[in-house]
Protein backbone atom coordinates (compact mmCIF):
# COMPACT_ATOMS: atom_id res chain seq x y z
CA UNK A 1 0.00 0.00 0.00
CA UNK A 2 1.36 3.56 -0.85
CA UNK A 3 1.73 5.90 1.87
CA UNK A 4 1.02 9.54 1.20
CA UNK A 5 4.77 10.09 0.57
CA UNK A 6 3.51 8.38 -2.50
CA UNK A 7 0.76 10.11 -3.85
CA UNK A 8 0.51 12.18 -7.04
CA UNK A 9 -0.19 15.76 -5.50
CA UNK A 10 -0.65 17.10 -8.71
CA UNK A 11 -0.66 16.86 -13.26
CA UNK A 12 0.20 19.24 -15.08
CA UNK A 13 -0.08 20.14 -18.89
CA UNK A 14 3.00 22.75 -19.72
CA UNK A 15 3.14 24.34 -22.86
CA UNK A 16 5.58 26.77 -24.47
CA UNK A 17 2.89 29.24 -26.52
CA UNK A 18 3.56 31.22 -29.43
CA UNK A 19 2.84 34.49 -28.13
CA UNK A 20 2.30 34.15 -24.21
CA UNK A 21 6.18 31.78 -23.89
CA UNK A 22 5.73 28.58 -21.19
CA UNK A 23 2.65 28.19 -19.32
CA UNK A 24 0.75 25.93 -17.29
CA UNK A 25 -2.66 25.36 -19.52
CA UNK A 26 -3.83 22.37 -17.18
CA UNK A 27 -3.58 21.43 -14.12
CA UNK A 28 -5.68 18.84 -11.64
CA UNK A 29 -6.05 19.67 -8.83
CA UNK A 30 -6.45 23.41 -9.65
CA UNK A 31 -3.96 26.16 -8.44
CA UNK A 32 -1.55 23.92 -6.94
CA UNK A 33 1.17 25.05 -8.60
CA UNK A 34 1.20 28.66 -9.05
CA UNK A 35 2.55 31.24 -11.49
CA UNK A 36 5.31 32.42 -9.11
CA UNK A 37 6.30 28.88 -8.64
CA UNK A 38 6.15 27.93 -12.49
CA UNK A 39 8.50 30.95 -13.65
CA UNK A 40 10.80 29.52 -11.28
CA UNK A 41 11.02 26.19 -12.79
CA UNK A 42 9.69 26.32 -16.23
CA UNK A 43 12.96 26.39 -18.18
CA UNK A 44 14.04 22.80 -16.50
CA UNK A 45 10.23 21.04 -17.39
CA UNK A 46 10.56 22.91 -21.19
CA UNK A 47 13.77 22.31 -22.10
CA UNK A 48 15.92 22.60 -24.92
CA UNK A 49 15.66 20.16 -27.94
CA UNK A 50 18.36 18.17 -26.79
CA UNK A 51 16.31 16.77 -23.80
CA UNK A 52 12.94 16.00 -25.86
CA UNK A 53 11.64 12.33 -25.11
CA UNK A 54 13.61 12.01 -22.12
CA UNK A 55 12.76 11.97 -18.54
CA UNK A 56 13.27 15.21 -16.44
CA UNK A 57 12.42 15.38 -12.47
CA UNK A 58 13.45 18.25 -10.51
CA UNK A 59 12.69 18.92 -6.78
CA UNK A 60 12.64 22.35 -5.56
CA UNK A 61 10.62 24.39 -2.71
CA UNK A 62 9.42 21.06 -1.14
CA UNK A 63 8.19 19.44 -4.66
CA UNK A 64 9.66 16.83 -6.92
CA UNK A 65 8.19 16.98 -10.38
CA UNK A 66 8.76 14.47 -12.88
CA UNK A 67 8.06 15.02 -16.93
CA UNK A 68 8.74 13.77 -20.43
CA UNK A 69 9.08 16.81 -22.86
CA UNK A 70 7.86 16.34 -25.62
CA UNK A 71 7.85 18.26 -29.41
CA UNK A 72 6.16 17.89 -32.50
CA UNK A 73 7.44 19.40 -35.42
CA UNK A 74 4.37 20.96 -37.76
CA UNK A 75 4.02 23.76 -39.93
CA UNK A 76 0.51 24.26 -38.96
CA UNK A 77 1.39 25.53 -35.73
CA UNK A 78 2.44 29.26 -34.65
CA UNK A 79 6.36 28.23 -34.64
CA UNK A 80 6.35 24.91 -36.70
CA UNK A 81 6.28 23.08 -33.31
CA UNK A 82 4.53 22.88 -30.54
CA UNK A 83 6.06 21.83 -27.13
CA UNK A 84 4.43 20.30 -24.07
CA UNK A 85 4.98 17.89 -21.06
CA UNK A 86 2.48 16.28 -18.75
CA UNK A 87 4.45 16.93 -15.03
CA UNK A 88 3.68 14.58 -12.18
CA UNK A 89 4.03 16.37 -8.75
CA UNK A 90 5.42 14.47 -5.47
CA UNK A 91 6.51 15.07 -2.19
CA UNK A 92 10.00 15.94 -2.07
CA UNK A 93 11.78 12.30 -1.02
CA UNK A 94 9.12 10.03 -3.26
CA UNK A 95 11.22 7.76 -5.54
CA UNK A 96 9.72 8.16 -8.50
CA UNK A 97 11.16 5.42 -10.75
CA UNK A 98 8.26 3.65 -10.66
CA UNK A 99 6.32 6.26 -12.08
CA UNK A 100 8.40 6.98 -14.94
CA UNK A 101 6.46 3.93 -17.32
CA UNK A 102 2.88 5.62 -16.55
CA UNK A 103 4.44 9.30 -17.59
CA UNK A 104 6.10 8.20 -20.65
CA UNK A 105 2.28 6.06 -21.81
CA UNK A 106 0.37 8.84 -20.86
CA UNK A 107 2.58 11.42 -22.71
CA UNK A 108 2.27 8.84 -26.17
CA UNK A 109 -0.96 8.67 -25.27
CA UNK A 110 -2.11 12.36 -25.13
CA UNK A 111 0.13 12.71 -28.23
CA UNK A 112 -2.00 10.35 -30.03
CA UNK A 113 -5.00 12.59 -29.07
CA UNK A 114 -2.99 15.66 -29.75
CA UNK A 115 -2.49 14.33 -33.63
CA UNK A 116 -5.70 12.93 -34.52
CA UNK A 117 -7.62 16.35 -32.31
CA UNK A 118 -5.49 19.07 -31.20
CA UNK A 119 -6.85 18.01 -27.66
CA UNK A 120 -3.92 19.60 -26.23
CA UNK A 121 -3.16 23.29 -28.35
CA UNK A 122 -6.78 24.10 -28.60
CA UNK A 123 -7.23 24.40 -25.06
CA UNK A 124 -9.41 27.39 -25.55
CA UNK A 125 -12.10 25.47 -26.67
CA UNK A 126 -14.24 24.40 -23.35
CA UNK A 127 -15.21 20.54 -24.33
CA UNK A 128 -11.51 20.08 -24.88
CA UNK A 129 -10.54 21.74 -22.05
CA UNK A 130 -13.11 20.07 -19.87
CA UNK A 131 -11.78 16.42 -21.25
CA UNK A 132 -8.47 17.18 -20.38
CA UNK A 133 -9.05 18.25 -16.95
CA UNK A 134 -11.45 14.79 -16.70
CA UNK A 135 -9.22 12.74 -17.92
CA UNK A 136 -6.27 13.90 -15.74
CA UNK A 137 -8.16 13.40 -12.92
CA UNK A 138 -9.19 10.15 -13.55
CA UNK A 139 -5.28 9.42 -14.10
CA UNK A 140 -4.48 10.84 -10.74
CA UNK A 141 -7.68 9.17 -8.60
CA UNK A 142 -6.70 6.04 -9.58
CA UNK A 143 -3.13 5.95 -9.81
CA UNK A 144 -3.36 6.95 -6.36
CA UNK A 145 -5.89 4.45 -5.23
CA UNK A 146 -4.90 1.26 -6.96
CA UNK A 147 -1.91 2.05 -8.77
CA UNK A 148 -3.65 0.43 -11.68
CA UNK A 149 -5.25 2.84 -14.51
CA UNK A 150 -6.75 2.30 -17.65
CA UNK A 151 -7.16 4.65 -20.31
CA UNK A 152 -9.92 3.80 -23.36
CA UNK A 153 -10.43 5.28 -26.51
CA UNK A 154 -13.05 3.60 -28.41
CA UNK A 155 -11.89 -0.41 -28.49
CA UNK A 156 -8.35 0.64 -27.71
CA UNK A 157 -7.27 0.24 -24.01
CA UNK A 158 -4.19 1.80 -22.53
CA UNK A 159 -3.07 0.12 -19.17
CA UNK A 160 -1.20 2.80 -17.20
CA UNK A 161 0.66 0.62 -14.07
CA UNK A 162 3.37 1.40 -11.53
CA UNK A 163 5.88 -0.85 -11.11
CA UNK A 164 5.63 -0.92 -7.26
CA UNK A 165 9.37 -3.10 -7.32
CA UNK A 166 10.98 -1.67 -9.91
CA UNK A 167 14.54 -3.66 -10.58
CA UNK A 168 17.44 -3.20 -12.91
CA UNK A 169 16.19 -3.77 -16.88
CA UNK A 170 14.58 -7.29 -17.18
CA UNK A 171 16.11 -8.74 -20.81
CA UNK A 172 13.49 -11.26 -21.74
CA UNK A 173 15.40 -14.18 -24.19
CA UNK A 174 13.63 -16.68 -26.82
CA UNK A 175 14.67 -19.28 -24.95
CA UNK A 176 12.96 -18.34 -21.59
CA UNK A 177 9.90 -19.45 -20.12
CA UNK A 178 7.45 -18.25 -18.07
CA UNK A 179 4.74 -18.65 -14.90
CA UNK A 180 1.76 -16.33 -13.68
CA UNK A 181 1.72 -16.03 -10.20
CA UNK A 182 -1.40 -15.97 -8.04
CA UNK A 183 -1.15 -11.70 -8.30
CA UNK A 184 -1.82 -11.64 -11.60
CA UNK A 185 -5.12 -13.24 -11.00
CA UNK A 186 -6.24 -10.41 -8.81
CA UNK A 187 -6.67 -8.26 -12.26
CA UNK A 188 -9.67 -8.45 -14.12
CA UNK A 189 -10.03 -9.85 -17.72
CA UNK A 190 -10.83 -5.61 -18.91
CA UNK A 191 -7.31 -4.84 -17.45
CA UNK A 192 -5.21 -7.21 -19.87
CA UNK A 193 -4.19 -5.80 -23.31
CA UNK A 194 -4.48 -7.04 -26.05
CA UNK A 195 -1.11 -8.90 -26.45
CA UNK A 196 -1.71 -10.52 -22.59
CA UNK A 197 -4.93 -11.25 -24.00
CA UNK A 198 -3.19 -13.40 -26.97
CA UNK A 199 -0.34 -15.09 -24.79
CA UNK A 200 -2.03 -16.03 -21.64
CA UNK A 201 -3.75 -19.53 -22.57
CA UNK A 202 -0.15 -20.38 -23.88
CA UNK A 203 1.42 -19.87 -20.44
CA UNK A 204 2.01 -22.97 -18.54
CA UNK A 205 5.86 -22.44 -16.84
CA UNK A 206 7.22 -24.74 -19.14
CA UNK A 207 6.21 -23.45 -22.63
CA UNK A 208 9.30 -20.44 -23.97
CA UNK A 209 8.41 -17.05 -25.42
CA UNK A 210 9.22 -18.94 -28.69
CA UNK A 211 7.26 -21.35 -28.57
CA UNK A 212 4.01 -19.01 -26.64
CA UNK A 213 5.05 -16.37 -29.66
CA UNK A 214 4.18 -19.02 -32.44
CA UNK A 215 1.17 -20.34 -30.58
CA UNK A 216 -0.34 -17.16 -29.95
CA UNK A 217 0.24 -15.96 -33.40
CA UNK A 218 1.91 -12.73 -31.65
CA UNK A 219 5.42 -11.37 -32.98
CA UNK A 220 8.15 -12.57 -30.53
CA UNK A 221 9.21 -8.85 -30.15
CA UNK A 222 5.51 -7.95 -28.77
CA UNK A 223 5.74 -10.86 -26.51
CA UNK A 224 8.98 -10.32 -24.95
CA UNK A 225 7.73 -6.62 -24.43
CA UNK A 226 4.44 -8.26 -22.70
CA UNK A 227 6.88 -10.21 -20.73
CA UNK A 228 8.82 -7.93 -19.10
CA UNK A 229 5.82 -5.61 -18.10
CA UNK A 230 4.45 -8.13 -16.32
CA UNK A 231 7.57 -9.23 -14.50
CA UNK A 232 7.84 -5.80 -13.66
CA UNK A 233 4.20 -5.88 -12.36
CA UNK A 234 5.33 -8.57 -9.79
CA UNK A 235 2.32 -10.83 -11.56
CA UNK A 236 5.21 -13.52 -13.31
CA UNK A 237 8.14 -14.88 -12.95
CA UNK A 238 10.91 -16.07 -15.47
CA UNK A 239 12.10 -19.40 -14.80
CA UNK A 240 14.31 -21.77 -16.99
CA UNK A 241 12.77 -23.70 -19.21
CA UNK A 242 11.82 -27.43 -18.16
CA UNK A 243 14.01 -30.27 -18.92
CA UNK A 244 14.52 -33.88 -17.79
CA UNK A 245 18.70 -32.99 -18.92
CA UNK A 246 18.99 -30.01 -16.63
CA UNK A 247 21.04 -30.10 -13.45
CA UNK A 248 19.45 -28.29 -10.45
CA UNK A 249 21.43 -27.11 -7.13
CA UNK A 250 19.58 -26.28 -3.62
CA UNK A 251 19.97 -22.84 -2.73
CA UNK A 252 20.36 -21.82 0.97
CA UNK A 253 16.78 -21.20 1.06
CA UNK A 254 15.97 -24.54 1.19
CA UNK A 255 16.52 -24.79 5.36
CA UNK A 256 13.07 -22.74 5.35
CA UNK A 257 11.71 -25.69 3.77
CA UNK A 258 12.51 -27.38 6.78
CA UNK A 259 11.17 -24.69 9.32
CA UNK A 260 8.10 -23.00 7.93
CA UNK A 261 4.62 -24.62 8.04
CA UNK A 262 3.23 -22.51 5.51
CA UNK A 263 5.90 -23.06 3.17
CA UNK A 264 5.43 -26.89 3.97
CA UNK A 265 1.38 -26.80 3.24
CA UNK A 266 2.29 -24.73 -0.17
CA UNK A 267 4.75 -27.50 -1.17
CA UNK A 268 2.31 -30.15 -0.72
CA UNK A 269 -0.37 -28.05 -2.41
CA UNK A 270 1.80 -27.49 -5.46
CA UNK A 271 4.23 -30.61 -5.46
CA UNK A 272 1.39 -33.25 -4.85
CA UNK A 273 0.12 -35.38 -8.11
CA UNK A 274 -3.02 -34.84 -6.97
CA UNK A 275 -5.35 -33.67 -4.15
CA UNK A 276 -6.02 -36.68 -2.89
CA UNK A 277 -2.96 -38.23 -3.23
CA UNK A 278 -0.18 -35.97 -1.38
CA UNK A 279 3.33 -36.25 -1.40
CA UNK A 280 5.33 -35.48 2.01
CA UNK A 281 7.19 -32.73 2.83
CA UNK A 282 9.96 -35.14 3.70
CA UNK A 283 10.21 -36.44 0.35
CA UNK A 284 10.12 -33.40 -1.81
CA UNK A 285 13.08 -32.34 0.46
CA UNK A 286 14.64 -35.03 0.30
CA UNK A 287 14.19 -34.65 -3.76
CA UNK A 288 15.37 -30.80 -3.68
CA UNK A 289 18.59 -31.58 -1.27
CA UNK A 290 19.52 -34.70 -3.85
CA UNK A 291 19.98 -32.11 -6.45
CA UNK A 292 23.21 -31.26 -5.07
CA UNK A 293 25.31 -33.89 -6.58
CA UNK A 294 25.30 -32.75 -10.29
CA UNK A 295 22.61 -35.39 -11.54
CA UNK A 296 20.23 -34.66 -13.97
CA UNK A 297 16.43 -34.14 -13.18
CA UNK A 298 16.15 -36.97 -15.09
CA UNK A 299 18.36 -39.22 -13.29
CA UNK A 300 16.75 -38.20 -10.21
CA UNK A 301 13.63 -39.31 -11.46
CA UNK A 302 14.74 -42.69 -12.00
CA UNK A 303 17.06 -43.55 -8.72
CA UNK A 304 13.98 -41.99 -6.13
CA UNK A 305 10.53 -42.60 -8.27
CA UNK A 306 8.40 -39.47 -7.84
CA UNK A 307 5.60 -41.14 -8.91
CA UNK A 308 5.48 -43.41 -6.23
CA UNK A 309 5.82 -41.23 -3.51
CA UNK A 310 2.71 -38.99 -5.17
CA UNK A 311 5.24 -36.51 -6.46
CA UNK A 312 4.83 -34.56 -9.93
CA UNK A 313 8.33 -34.22 -10.58
CA UNK A 314 7.25 -31.07 -13.33
CA UNK A 315 5.27 -28.75 -10.70
CA UNK A 316 7.93 -29.70 -8.01
CA UNK A 317 10.69 -28.40 -9.78
CA UNK A 318 8.40 -25.06 -10.92
CA UNK A 319 7.53 -24.78 -7.05
CA UNK A 320 11.30 -25.00 -6.00
CA UNK A 321 12.41 -22.45 -8.92
CA UNK A 322 9.33 -19.94 -7.87
CA UNK A 323 9.91 -20.29 -4.14
CA UNK A 324 13.67 -19.75 -4.94
CA UNK A 325 14.87 -22.84 -3.46
CA UNK A 326 16.56 -24.36 -6.23
CA UNK A 327 18.34 -23.04 -9.28
CA UNK A 328 19.05 -24.49 -12.29
CA UNK A 329 22.42 -25.23 -13.96
CA UNK A 330 23.51 -23.39 -17.31
CA UNK A 331 25.39 -25.57 -19.31
CA UNK A 332 28.11 -24.14 -22.02
CA UNK A 333 29.68 -25.56 -24.61
CA UNK A 334 33.55 -23.99 -25.37
CA UNK A 335 35.43 -25.36 -28.26
CA UNK A 336 39.69 -26.44 -26.74
CA UNK A 337 41.75 -26.99 -30.08
CA UNK A 338 41.92 -25.32 -33.63
CA UNK A 339 41.09 -26.34 -37.12
CA UNK A 340 38.12 -28.49 -35.84
CA UNK A 341 35.60 -28.64 -39.09
CA UNK A 342 37.75 -27.71 -42.41
CA UNK A 343 40.96 -28.72 -43.64
CA UNK A 344 42.71 -25.27 -43.57
CA UNK A 345 45.02 -23.83 -41.09
CA UNK A 346 42.96 -20.56 -40.11
CA UNK A 347 42.99 -20.32 -36.15
CA UNK A 348 39.65 -20.60 -34.59
CA UNK A 349 40.54 -17.81 -32.08
CA UNK A 350 40.61 -14.30 -33.11
CA UNK A 351 44.24 -12.53 -32.26
CA UNK A 352 43.49 -11.25 -28.87
CA UNK A 353 43.20 -14.70 -28.02
CA UNK A 354 39.19 -14.84 -27.36
CA UNK A 355 36.94 -16.88 -29.41
CA UNK A 356 35.13 -15.87 -32.28
CA UNK A 357 31.00 -15.50 -32.54
CA UNK A 358 29.41 -18.66 -32.31
CA UNK A 359 29.04 -19.99 -36.14
CA UNK A 360 26.41 -22.62 -36.09
CA UNK A 361 23.23 -23.49 -38.64
CA UNK A 362 20.67 -25.70 -39.22
CA UNK A 363 20.90 -27.15 -42.64
CA UNK A 364 17.21 -26.98 -43.78
CA UNK A 365 17.56 -29.66 -46.74
CA UNK A 366 18.32 -32.26 -44.33
CA UNK A 367 15.73 -34.23 -41.85
CA UNK A 368 18.42 -34.14 -39.21
CA UNK A 369 20.21 -30.89 -38.18
CA UNK A 370 23.82 -30.19 -39.11
CA UNK A 371 26.21 -28.02 -37.86
CA UNK A 372 28.82 -26.15 -40.23
CA UNK A 373 32.09 -24.78 -38.62
CA UNK A 374 31.00 -24.90 -35.22
CA UNK A 375 32.82 -22.89 -32.58
CA UNK A 376 31.72 -22.77 -29.30
CA UNK A 377 32.34 -19.45 -27.39
CA UNK A 378 31.55 -20.21 -23.99
CA UNK A 379 29.27 -17.88 -24.13
CA UNK A 380 26.41 -19.21 -25.27
CA UNK A 381 23.97 -21.72 -23.28
CA UNK A 382 22.43 -25.25 -24.27
CA UNK A 383 19.02 -22.98 -24.37
CA UNK A 384 20.43 -20.72 -26.65
CA UNK A 385 21.83 -22.97 -29.15
CA UNK A 386 18.99 -25.01 -29.13
CA UNK A 387 16.48 -22.32 -29.66
CA UNK A 388 18.40 -20.76 -32.64
CA UNK A 389 19.20 -24.13 -34.85
CA UNK A 390 15.85 -25.98 -33.74
CA UNK A 391 16.83 -28.48 -31.99
CA UNK A 392 16.37 -30.09 -28.90
CA UNK A 393 18.86 -30.42 -25.80
CA UNK A 394 19.12 -34.25 -26.22
CA UNK A 395 20.29 -33.57 -30.11
CA UNK A 396 22.70 -31.41 -29.04
CA UNK A 397 24.38 -33.31 -26.25
CA UNK A 398 24.77 -36.34 -28.85
CA UNK A 399 26.10 -33.94 -31.35
CA UNK A 400 28.98 -32.83 -28.25
CA UNK A 401 29.59 -36.06 -27.30
CA UNK A 402 30.76 -37.41 -30.25
CA UNK A 403 33.29 -33.87 -30.70
CA UNK A 404 36.11 -34.67 -28.34
CA UNK A 405 37.34 -30.93 -28.75
CA UNK A 406 34.50 -29.59 -27.18
CA UNK A 407 34.07 -29.42 -23.67
CA UNK A 408 31.06 -28.21 -21.67
CA UNK A 409 30.92 -25.94 -18.44
CA UNK A 410 28.55 -25.65 -16.05
CA UNK A 411 27.66 -22.69 -14.52
Not at 31 to 46: A, C, G, P, Q, S
Not at 47 to 76: E, T
Not at 253 to 262: D, R
Not at 263 to 269: D, E, P, T
Request: charge should be positive; glycine fraction near 4%.
Amino acid sequence: DYDKENLIKCIILCEFHATAGPRISAQVPENYINKELFDIFHRYVIPKVQLQRSFVSVSLFGKKILGYPVKIDDKQYARNAFYFNICFVFHPTTRTIGFEPVVRKLTEYLLSLELSSKLLSQQNNEKKSEYLRELLTKVRNDINRNQVCLLQDDSTIVPLCVTRNYREPIVVKPYDALVLTEEFYKYVRAQWDLTTSRIVPYVDGFSHVSRIAAAADVAIELVQECVKHLVLLGVAIIVPVFQYSNVYRPTPKLSQLAKCPALQQKAIQKCSKSIIKQAKVRDIFRMFAQMAHGATLGELCVRFNPLAMNINEKNTVLFGLMEGLIRRVDKYPITVSKNLFTDSDEDLTSGNGCSKALLYEKNKTLNNSKFVKTIYSGQDSFDEICCTVGLSCQQLEEHLSRDKNVIVLLK
